[in-house]
C-alpha cells in the first residue's frame, strides 16, 4: 500500500486544532461516482466545508489528510444525543469508481463486474490501513465497536443515520465482518492463501491493463506493408493493429475475404 500525506490545513476541522485517543476506526465510502482523490482534497482543503476524514482510500493507495490523532469530522451527530466517534474514532473515506448514481441512498446502474479490479484495490488498501492504524494504537478489530463502517456506528449510536459501506460491499462479495476479519489477518502478518476470487481478478485487472497497453502499439515495421493491405481490402478498421484476434473476428475476417473473390 502507498501512503502519502497531504494534511488539509485549509480546512475548518484543521484549524480546531482538537485531538483524540484513537479507540477505533471508521469505514465510509464517499458516496459520490468519483474515483479521483484531487477532487476532494481541492473541495475539502477550505473554510466552510462541514466535513473532514483522516485519510482517502483510492485504486493506488491512501492519502492522509489529518494526523491520526487529531478529532475529525466524520461521523456526524448521532441520534439520542451520544457520544459521536468523532471523539474516539479514525475515518477512512473509500472513493466510489465512476459510472453510478444514487437515488434514496441506492447505488443506479452500478457495474459490479467491470468495477470488480477497482473495488479489490480499494478494499485491499482500506485493510492495510485499518491494520496498520490498529497496529499502532493497540487495537483489537474483532472486538465490538473497534472497527465499524458508518451504518454500524449509526446503530451502536455514535453516529448519524449513513449506509455506507453496507450499501456497496455486499456487490462484491464483501461486508464488515470480512473486512474486521481480513484486518485481523492482516496484522498478523497477512499470509492467508489467496483466493480464487482475488486470483481472477487481479487477473483480469492485469489482462485489461495489458490490451490496453497493446492497443496503443503501432503496427510492427515488418507487418506495416500487410496491415495497410489488409485495410485497404477492408478486411480490418485499421485500428489496434497489435492486440489478439478473437475467433469471432477471425470468422469476420473470413467472411469478408469469402465476399471478395
Same mark, same amino acid.
Given at each position: 500500500?502507498?501512503?502519502?500525506?497531504?494534511?488539509?490545513?485549509?480546512?475548518?476541522?484543521?484549524?480546531?486544532?482538537?485531538?483524540?485517543?484513537?479507540?477505533?476506526?471508521?469505514?465510509?465510502?464517499?458516496?459520490? /461516482?468519483?474515483?479521483?482523490?484531487?477532487?476532494?482534497? &481541492?473541495?475539502?482543503?477550505?473554510?466552510?466545508?462541514? #466535513?473532514?476524514?483522516?485519510?482517502?482510500? =483510492?485504486?493506488?493507495?491512501?492519502?492522509?489528510?489529518?494526523?491520526?490523532?487529531?478529532?475529525?469530522?466524520?461521523?456526524?451527530?448521532?441520534?439520542?444525543?451520544?457520544?459521536?466517534?468523532?471523539?474516539?474514532?479514525?475515518?477512512?473515506?473509500? !472513493?466510489?469508481?465512476?459510472? =453510478?448514481?444514487?437515488?434514496?441512498?441506492?447505488?443506479?446502474?452500478?457495474?459490479?463486474?467491470?468495477?470488480?479490479?477497482?473495488?479489490?484495490?480499494?478494499?485491499?488498501?482500506?485493510?492495510?490501513? #485499518? #491494520?496498520?492504524?490498529?497496529?499502532?494504537?493497540? !487495537?483489537?478489530?474483532?472486538?465490538?465497536?473497534?472497527?465499524?463502517?458508518?451504518?454500524?456506528?449509526?446503530?451502536?449510536?455514535? #453516529?448519524?443515520?449513513?449506509?455506507?459501506?453496507?450499501?456497496?460491499?455486499?456487490?462484491?462479495? &464483501?461486508? *464488515?465482518?470480512?473486512?474486521?476479519?481480513?484486518?485481523?489477518?492482516?496484522?498478523?502478518?497477512?499470509?492467508?492463501? *489467496?483466493?480464487?476470487?482475488?486470483?481472477?481478478? *487481479?487477473?483480469?485487472?492485469? *489482462?485489461?491493463?495489458?490490451?490496453?497497453?497493446?492497443?496503443?502499439?503501432?503496427?510492427? /515495421?515488418? /507487418?506495416?506493408?500487410?496491415?495497410?493491405? /489488409? &485495410?485497404?481490402?477492408?478486411?480490418?478498421?485499421?485500428?489496434?493493429?497489435?492486440?489478439? !484476434?478473437?475467433?469471432?473476428?477471425?470468422?469476420?475476417?473470413?467472411?469478408?475475404?469469402?465476399?471478395?473473390?
Amino acid at each position: 500500500m502507498n501512503l502519502t500525506e497531504h494534511i488539509l490545513t485549509g480546512s475548518d476541522c484543521w484549524k480546531t486544532g482538537r485531538t483524540i485517543t484513537p479507540k477505533g476506526v471508521m469505514i465510509h465510502s464517499t458516496g459520490v /461516482a468519483q474515483p479521483d482523490p484531487e477532487v476532494f482534497l &481541492k473541495s475539502w482543503n477550505r473554510p466552510g466545508v462541514e #466535513a473532514c476524514a483522516h485519510a482517502f482510500v =483510492h485504486k493506488d493507495g491512501v492519502i492522509q489528510t489529518l494526523p491520526w490523532n487529531w478529532r475529525g469530522w466524520h461521523a456526524g451527530a448521532p441520534r439520542g444525543g451520544g457520544v459521536s466517534a468523532n471523539n474516539t474514532h479514525i475515518s477512512l473515506e473509500i !472513493l466510489e469508481p465512476a459510472g =453510478h448514481t444514487y437515488q434514496g441512498g441506492v447505488m443506479i446502474g452500478y457495474d459490479a463486474d467491470k468495477n470488480a479490479a477497482y473495488f479489490a484495490a480499494v478494499y485491499r488498501n482500506a485493510v492495510e490501513q #485499518a #491494520a496498520m492504524l490498529c497496529t499502532r494504537y493497540g !487495537l483489537d478489530p474483532l472486538k465490538p465497536g473497534v472497527v465499524v463502517d458508518h451504518a454500524e456506528g449509526c446503530a451502536l449510536g455514535i #453516529a448519524s443515520n449513513h449506509a455506507d459501506v453496507g450499501h456497496w460491499f455486499p456487490r462484491h462479495g &464483501k461486508n *464488515m465482518d470480512q473486512f474486521r476479519a481480513d484486518v485481523a489477518r492482516e496484522m498478523k502478518g497477512g499470509q492467508e492463501e *489467496m483466493t480464487q476470487e482475488t486470483f481472477n481478478q *487481479m487477473f483480469r485487472a492485469a *489482462m485489461e491493463d495489458w490490451q490496453a497497453e497493446q492497443a496503443a502499439q503501432p503496427v510492427s /515495421a515488418w /507487418a506495416e506493408e500487410a496491415w495497410k493491405a /489488409a &485495410k485497404t481490402r477492408g478486411l480490418f478498421d485499421g485500428t489496434a493493429p497489435r492486440t489478439a !484476434l478473437t475467433r469471432e473476428q477471425a470468422a469476420l475476417v473470413l467472411e469478408r475475404m469469402e465476399r471478395q473473390k
